[in-house]
């Protein structure tokens, strides 16, 4: 077994991350969302309360069934999140 690494991209960079908790009504919501240069303009967004996450931009919120499976929800509880997330693009 080698010890030698291949990496594809090692880099740092400077994000802002908005931690956010609410109450819809369905369900509550503990978000992670971190802007970054990386995601040409999309947001990383991680739900902390299960670790699942996701690149989001616009057209991935106009994407029929995306939501639910990134972060696997029914379709009431994506619909919450959809409205939440496109107050922020």
């Not at 400077?14 to 992670?32: G, H, I, K, N, P």
């Not at 739900?47 to 990134?70: H, K, V």
């Amino acid at each position: 077994m080698s010890n030698d690494i291949f990496y594809l991209y090692d880099e740092t960079e400077e994000t802002r991350t908005r931690f956010v908790s609410f109450m819809a009504e369905a369900t509550r919501f503990d978000l992670a969302i971190i802007t970054t240069n990386r995601f040409y303009g999309k947001k990383l967004v991680v739900n902390i309360q299960n670790g699942r996450s996701a690149i989001i931009g616009s057209d991935d919120l106009e994407e029929e069934g995306y939501l639910e499976f990134a972060f696997n929800l029914n379709e009431t509880e994506a619909e919450e999140l959809r409205t939440f997330l496109e107050s922020l693009m």
